[in-house]
């Protein structure tokens, strides 16, 4: 990456401004992705900085958007997911891992067999499938 003093780095931005190569809203946004940026690190340092003290981010001081005022950050909390549930979504993961490696006819076969035999018995034709390739 090149090395510029401000200086020249003011230079540089002014001609190519003045010779229509780079536009002013350009630089504007540039400029304002910057902005962005620097709070979106300054957000994570202080989850990390929370993290290490031991108290939850944002407890002592909420986020602030515009014009000042604070704004309570949105907790997300997990559903708790019954054993059937969970089972079911494991058996779907490996299914949908052994059949993104097939060829279309090999995945139609697999397909058809899920269909008449169930779930397990397309997961082992799969693999045997995927083994073979």
Do not use: C, F, W
């Not at 602030?64 to 969970?86: I, N, Y």
């Not at 097939?102 to 076969?109: F, H, I, S, Y």
């Not at 697999?110 to 018995?121: H, L, S, Y």
Request: positive net charge.
């Amino acid at each position: 990456m090149l090395k510029l003093t401000p200086n020249q780095a003011h230079y540089v931005l002014n001609s190519l401004v003045s010779q229509g190569r780079v536009r002013d809203s350009q630089v504007r946004k540039t400029l304002n992705s910057r902005e962005e940026e620097i709070r979106s690190l300054r957000e994570r340092l202080a989850s990390l900085e929370a993290l290490s003290t031991g108290r939850a981010a944002g407890a002592k001081r909420g986020r602030r958007a515009r014009g000042g005022r604070r704004v309570a950050r949105r907790v997300r909390r997990r559903s708790k997911m019954s054993p059937r549930v969970l089972a079911l979504r494991r058996q779907q993961g490996r299914y949908m891992g052994y059949v993104r490696r097939l060829k279309v006819a090999d995945k139609a076969r697999v397909r058809a067999v899920r269909e008449k035999q169930g779930i397990e018995a397309a997961i082992k034709l799969a693999a045997s499938l995927g083994s073979k390739s």
